[in-house]
């Protein structure tokens, strides 16, 4: 807990929207009324002060209480029309979005996590990418004036955005 404060206050401070382990947070802040990084700042910098200052007390919340805050978010964050909002983007998109939640309720979030992410990679490759191109695409950076132009040869998909 110490080190998600940490964490978060720093992300915060960077600019950053802290969501590893946040999903929940997030969706509330936002769903609260959050518009600008300080609802991230001051959430980290919370946690942070009563992990130190008073983790006595939040020994004392029942773990189902928290349960079911979890389980009510849960809900509003897979509420039918988030459903019906992916199957509009692309059906494939709910595809992803439904082996991802299978998986994670049947197994583990990280094994959902990866049949999601194995998903998009069996539907890029069988709409044509290379799948050498999956993995690392020639990239091509140049700089005019006070312009960047950035060109990927092949596929630019979100497995190579670790490049």
Same mark, same amino acid.
């Given at each position: &807990? ?8 720093? $992300? ?6 802290? &969501? ?5 947070? $997030?969706? $509330? ?87 999601? &992410? ?23 950076? $140049? ?21």
């Amino acid at each position: &807990m110490i080190a998600v404060g940490i964490g978060n206050t720093i $992300s915060a401070i960077l600019g950053g929207l802290p &969501m590893i382990s946040e999903v929940a947070m $997030s969706s $509330s802040k936002v769903n609260n009324g959050a518009k600008t990084r300080w609802a991230n700042f001051f959430h980290g910098f919370f946690i942070l002060s009563f992990v130190l200052l008073a983790s006595h007390l939040i020994e004392l919340i029942p773990n189902t209480a928290l349960a079911a805050m979890l389980i009510t978010v849960g809900i509003k964050l897979a509420h039918p029309r988030e459903f019906i909002h992916t199957f509009k983007i692309k059906k494939k998109q709910l595809a992803i979005f439904l082996i991802t939640i299978f998986f994670t309720l049947f197994e583990d979030l990280l094994v959902g996590i990866a049949a999601g &992410m194995v998903l998009e990679l069996i539907i890029h490759a069988y709409h044509g990418a290379p799948i050498l191109a999956l993995f690392k695409a020639p990239v091509v950076v $140049s700089f005019t004036d006070d312009e960047y132009l950035v060109e990927i040869d092949k596929a630019a998909v979100f497995s190579k955005f670790w490049e």
